[in-house]
Every structure is written in C-alpha cells, then in structure tokens.
C-alpha cells in the first residue's frame, strides 16, 4: 500500500559561476510515497534549496522530469502545480509582515483554485487551533509573535492550501530545540494523520532521526541513509 505520489527523474541542474559551470544535481532520481515524511541532509553548499526550488517549481531543471500522481508537471503546468498541490514553508516563515496571522492564513486560500468552503475567517482560526495557535494569537500582527509561533502560522499557511505534498527549506533553523521538537512533531501529524508527503531539508540529525525516510544529497544525488 505504498503509493508513490511525487517522482523526481534523472533531475540534472547547475549554475554558471564566474564564467564556469557548477553542477549542483547531476542525474538525481528519487519516488517520495503518500504520507511519509522525509528528511534531506548534505553540508552547506550540497544543493539542498537547489534541489527544493525545483521540486515546488520555482525553477526548472535542465533535464529530467517531475511527476505529481503519475502527470509530469511540465504538463500539468508550473503554475497549477504551485499553486494547487504543493505548499512551502521557509526558514525564516515567509509571512506577511504587515497582516496577522489568520489574514495570512486567509490568503493562501485566496490563493488556491480549491475555494475554501464555508466561512473562510472561520476555517483559518479553525487551522491555526489545530497548530496550537489560539484566537487571540491568531489576530495578531505576526511581527508581534514569537519565531516558534510564527513558524505555526507558516505551517498552517501550507495547511490552508490543504496539498498532499509539503516541502521545508529548514523550517526549525531559526528555532530552539524545544521548538524545533513541537514543530517537527507538528509536521509528524500531517503526514500520519493527513496523509501528506512531508520533505524536509535540515542540518539537524536530530530532525533526521525522527523522520520515516532519511536522505543524503550527495555529488549531485539522494542517497537513502541506513538508520
Ligand atoms: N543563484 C545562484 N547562482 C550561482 N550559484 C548559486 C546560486 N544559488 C546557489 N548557488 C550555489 O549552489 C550551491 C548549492 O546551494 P544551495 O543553496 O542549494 O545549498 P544548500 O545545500 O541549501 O546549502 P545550505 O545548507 O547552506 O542552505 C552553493 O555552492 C551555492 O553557492
Ligand atoms: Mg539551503
């Protein structure tokens, strides 16, 4: 009952530095089944926000192919697949400064072609309940909470576009262990709860060791990690 949901194939990628080609993914292949959550590890420098800029779409790979449920997303359309089956949470939150966090929650519904059903105030406050972030949180401007708690909004910012795929560029980098515990638990939760494919990029063994799938970004490649 192993359901693959996202393949990367034969993804080859560089950048042109000071006159030279650098390959920073060479040939990488990879098949990330439905609601498990996954860890990538590999020294600075290895290509790990590379490999998940190109993964959501951001940029695109040289050569190679990406397939959501089996469609290549070249097909399916850049800017469908972004906006409609993939969610990303940053490091540093990527929120709306100036907006609180149920008005950001609300936007990425806006966002998503899947109008939300109901009301749509009510469903963000209901989203940022489940991340542990509470009413009168929730109409804060985000600026004014905590990194830890801002790091729950962006986390239901993803929720709120309700996609089976969600990757993190080192979502607890910025947060202390005790933090880092409740989100990565957080992120847990949606993958055997929700069902959705979590890949997150990290420094972090201890964020690696929790996860279902540990994986290495080595010479342009992901290598499975043996626990
Ligand atoms: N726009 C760019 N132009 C040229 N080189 C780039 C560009 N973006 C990244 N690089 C280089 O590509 C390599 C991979 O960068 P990337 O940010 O993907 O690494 P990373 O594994 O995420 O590192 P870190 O753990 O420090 O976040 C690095 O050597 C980086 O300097
Ligand atoms: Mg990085």
Redesign the pocket.
Known sequence: MNETIFQLENIHYG???GGKK?V?LNGLSYDFEKGRFYTIL????????????IASALDQPEKGCIKFQGEDIKKLGYTKFRRNKVAIVFQKYNLMDYLTGVENVETDMMISDKKAPGNRKELAYKILATVGIVKSKADRIVTNLSGGEQQRVAVARALAKDVDLILA??PTGALDTETEKEIISLFKTLAYEYGKTIII?T?SDDVARQSDTVLR?KDGKLVPVEK
Do not use: M, N
């Not at 290895?46 to 998940?52: A, F, N």
């Open positions: 950048y042109v530095d650098r920073i590999g020294p600075s420098g290895s290509g790990k926000s590379t490999l998940l800029a560029d080192e990029a420094h970004l």
